[in-house]
T-cell receptor, first 112, second 112 residues
Framework: GENVEQHPSTLSVQEGDSAVIKCTYSDSASNYFPWYKQELGKGPQLIID?????GEKKDQRIAVTLNKTAKHFSLHITETQPEDSAVYFCAASDQGAQKLVFGQGTRLTINP | DTEVTQTPKHLVMGMTNKKSLKCEQH?????MYWYKQKAKKPPELMFV???????INESVPSRFSPECPNSSLLNLHLHALQPEDSALYLCASSQLPGSEAFFGQGTRLTVV
């Protein structure tokens, strides 16, 4: 089955700087890669996703890149703000398998 | 509207109790999921319902019993739980199985 590795487990950056979180996956059949943000006491919130026919996707300060050959994908957050502090999860899915497999999460802290 | 509503938000139950968690979505999604999340861990898939039929059971103990009364509702019936079952239980839905999933806020369950 699919296995998703996520790094780093914790990340601390100064407000205004960029943050990058990286994930690798094992199953070459995976074709859908979402990123979720989870704040304390809340459910995961979908923030951006990418499909295997696209190499990069951007939404304002957030971007995701995908390298299918290397089986890794990354989340980039620019101009970080205190409200970006949260736990971020990557995930991978082979839609035929009907389920998301999550990485272990990254706790991102933005220091003012 | 990407809202998935879960009730109750918090639940404390004894090991001999029977209780139910409820989940509702009105997005017309045909796939619904139950996940379990322990502290500082990623969500773990428990069940997938596709077109109101149970399509995936991730070897979940029988003390957890899912039910999908209609395309908008998903229940999780709980009976004879153990303290180690204490966790955040998350419901999610997606338009199709394995596609972008939207999570509810979760039910924080404590088994005493």
């Amino acid at each position: 089955g699919e296995n998703v590795e996520q790094h780093p487990s914790t990340l601390s950056v100064q407000e205004g700087d960029s943050a990058v979180i990286k994930c690798t996956y094992s199953d070459s059949a995976s074709n859908y890669f979402p990123w979720y943000k989870q704040e304390l006491g809340k459910g995961p919130q979908l923030i951006i996703d990418i499909r295997s026919n696209v190499g990069e996707k951007k939404d304002q300060r957030i971007a995701v890149t995908l390298n299918k050959t290397a089986k890794h994908f990354s989340l980039h957050i620019t101009e970080t703000q205190p409200e970006d502090s949260a736990v971020y999860f990557c995930a991978a899915s082979d839609q035929g398998a009907q389920k998301l497999v999550f990485g272990q999460g990254t706790r991102l802290t933005i220091n003012p | 509207d990407t809202e998935v509503t879960q009730t109750p938000k918090h639940l404390v139950m004894g090991m001999t109790n029977k209780k139910s968690l409820k989940c509702e979505q009105h997005m017309g999604h045909r796939a619904m999921y139950w996940y379990k999340q322990k502290a500082k861990k990623p969500p773990e898939l428990m069940f997938v319902y596709s077109y109101e039929k149970l399509s995936i059971n991730e070897s979940v103990p029988s003390r957890f019993s899912p039910e999908c009364p209609n395309s908008s509702l998903l229940n999780l019936h709980l009976h004879a739980l153990q303290p180690e079952d204490s966790a955040l239980y998350l419901c999610a839905s997606s338009q199709l199985p394995g596609s972008e999933a939207f999570f509810g806020q979760g039910t924080r369950l404590t088994v005493v």
